[in-house]
C-alpha cells in the first residue's frame, strides 16, 4: 500500500564516508531517514532523494515523500510551507 508524509527537515548530518542523516518533521514526531553507500543497510533512503531533503534545512519548505508499495520512497514534492502561525500574531495586531 503506498501512502506519503508531509513535513520539514528539522537537522541533517553528513559524513566523510557520504552517508547523509535527514531529522524529518511530521506528524508531531522525528524520523530519521540515512543515505548509505552501502546498499546492505535496511531503509536505505536513494541519493538524490535524501539530498533534495538535505537542501530544505532551515527553508520555509515542507516535503511530501511518497512511497511505494514496498515502502521505499518514490519520490518528493517541494512546497512553500503556510506561516499559519504569523498570520495569527499579525491578526492579533489588528485587534
Known sequence: MSYSLFGQVM??????NGD???DFYHEDKITEYRYS???SRLNNFPKELAETLASTLATNICIEIYFGDDGNP????LEECDDDLEDDASD????
Do not use: Q
Not at 492579533?92 to 485587534?95: Q, R
Open 20 to 22: 547523509i542523516e535527514v
Open 74 to 77: 518514490t519520490h518528493v514534492e
Open 37 to 39: 553507500s552501502d546498499p
Open 92 to 95: 492579533e495586531d489588528l485587534v
Open 11 to 16: 537537522g541533517v548530518r553528513k559524513f566523510t
